[in-house]
């Protein structure tokens, strides 16, 4: 293999093998390229510094190196605010990203057991089915029930887990929570990793779209991400450009691992 070299001095094999770790890819070859990427990206930037004589101090959010590509791009790389008009242009294009998040209050009983324990398993479900016959006759046991026999600490609080939003809980139990009506108790045991659970929902709300001054601020966050992300892009070409760099070909659009 080639070695990878920037104005031919070359970064050590080594050097990009211990980067590799912090790349996670669906091969080798493509993790060692992300290295190899990063630590050519770290060299021009760091070779730049030094020309125009930047050095910061630490500023606690990383190694000195990473302080002082902070401060060079914050230099050297302009990152324009986009204006009113180009907010509301892109909250109206993509308003399913801007909406407030669907929010619900549910109550459960966990009968705990180990994915990997079967015996146990099959006990805990056995008993959140006598616990579902309970309730079937009585509901309003539920607060009861939970404090009795629940081994969550809910339990204190009848089980009830407080508001959650889409994605608070497991995947598994939000599939049913979601299916059941206000004040519904799902009628069957519902299995998750950390065992058997009777559910109830007893509130949910289903997020609407957020007017543009509510979604702003997260409108800008995303455009002045982007922003940046170009700027950066374009930045590191203009350095690559004035440099040999051998042994593998940077992609077109590549930013550095600190902002």
């Given at each position: 293999?080639?070695?990878?070299?920037?104005?031919?001095?070359?970064?050590?094999?080594?050097?990009?093998?211990?980067?590799?770790?912090?790349?996670?890819?669906?091969?080798?070859?493509a993790a060692w390229q992300d290295a190899a990427t990063a630590l050519v990206l770290r060299q021009l930037?760091?070779?730049?510094?030094?020309?125009?004589?930047?050095?910061?101090?630490?500023?606690?959010?990383?190694?000195?190196?990473?302080?002082?590509?902070?401060?060079?791009?914050?230099?050297?790389?302009?990152?324009?605010?986009?204006?009113?008009?180009?907010?509301?242009?892109?909250?109206?294009?993509?308003?399913?990203?801007?909406?407030?998040?669907?929010?619900?209050?549910?109550?459960?009983?966990?009968?705990?057991?180990?994915?990997?324990?079967?015996?146990?398993?099959?006990?805990?479900?056995?008993?959140?089915?006598?616990?579902?016959?309970?309730?079937?006759?009585?509901?309003?046991?539920?607060?009861?029930?939970?404090?009795?026999?629940?081994?969550?600490?809910?339990?204190?609080?009848?089980?009830?887990?407080?508001?959650?939003?889409?994605?608070?809980?497991?995947?598994?139990?939000?599939?049913?929570?979601?299916?059941?009506?206000?004040?519904?108790?799902?009628?069957?045991?519902?299995?998750?990793?950390?065992?058997?659970?009777?559910?109830?929902?007893?509130?949910?709300?289903?997020?609407?779209?957020?007017?543009?001054?509510?979604?702003?601020?997260?409108?800008?966050?995303?455009?002045?991400?982007?922003?940046?992300?170009?700027?950066?892009?374009?930045?590191?070409?203009?350095?690559?450009?004035?440099?040999?760099?051998?042994?593998?070909?940077?992609?077109?659009?590549?930013?550095?691992?600190?902002?």
């Amino acid at each position: 293999m080639e070695p990878v070299t920037v104005d031919g001095v070359e970064i050590p094999a080594s050097a990009i093998a211990a980067e590799m770790q912090y790349h996670p890819a669906s091969d080798r070859e493509a993790a060692w390229q992300d290295a190899a990427t990063a630590l050519v990206l770290r060299q021009l930037l760091l070779r730049e510094a030094a020309r125009l004589a930047i050095a910061a101090e630490p500023d606690g959010e990383g190694a000195p190196e990473e302080a002082t590509i902070r401060a060079l791009i914050r230099r050297e790389v302009a990152t324009p605010q986009p204006d009113d008009a180009t907010l509301r242009r892109y909250w109206t294009a993509n308003r399913a990203r801007f909406r407030a998040p669907d929010v619900y209050e549910a109550a459960h009983i966990l009968f705990a057991a180990a994915p990997e324990d079967e015996a146990a398993r099959a006990r805990a479900k056995a008993a959140a089915s006598e616990a579902l016959a309970v309730l079937g006759d009585a509901p309003e046991r539920f607060a009861a029930l939970a404090a009795e026999r629940s081994d969550c600490p809910s339990r204190s609080a009848g089980g009830r887990l407080g508001q959650q939003s889409r994605g608070d809980l497991v995947a598994e139990i939000e599939t049913f929570v979601f299916a059941l009506e206000e004040g519904q108790i799902c009628p069957v045991p519902v299995a998750s990793r950390y065992g058997f659970h009777v559910l109830r929902l007893d509130r949910r709300v289903i997020g609407g779209d957020l007017p543009f001054e509510s979604a702003r601020p997260r409108v800008e966050a995303v455009l002045a991400s982007q922003c940046w992300q170009r700027a950066v892009s374009q930045y590191l070409r203009i350095l690559a450009g004035r440099s040999e760099i051998g042994g593998i070909d940077l992609p077109a659009a590549a930013t550095p691992l600190v902002q």
